[in-house]
């Protein structure tokens, strides 16, 4: 078995709150017809950033939005069922 820690993407310091949070709210979706994805839940990143005690709530806000529509363009763009948002990659891209 490879050892996860040289193969997988460095987490930057920086980003390491958003991951947290990120982890909590990545299925906290809102929903369409037919269960078409539309957008992730903003009211539940704000509730979890104040639970947690995020230090800055703006850019960790900016940090998920972006990183979920990333992830749901291009989810959709391979035409796929439902996006993976369990990858916290996306937090890794600078």
């Known amino acids: 078995m490879p050892d996860c820690d040289t193969c997988r993407p460095k987490l930057l310091e920086e980003n390491f709150e958003t991951l947290q949070v990120w982890q909590l709210v990545e299925n906290q979706v809102i929903v369409g017809g037919m269960g078409t994805i539309i957008d992730?839940?903003?009211p539940a990143i704000i509730d979890v950033m104040k639970i947690i005690d995020?230090?800055?709530?703006?850019?960790?806000?900016?940090?998920?939005?972006?990183?979920f529509r990333i992830l749901n363009a291009e989810e959709q763009e391979d035409d796929s069922s439902q996006p993976d948002f369990a990858s916290p990659e996306?937090?890794?891209r600078k």
């Open 40 to 42: 992730i839940n903003i």
């Open 90 to 92: 996306i937090l890794m």
């Open 54 to 67: 995020v230090e800055d709530e703006k850019q960790c806000l900016m940090n998920i939005v972006n990183a």
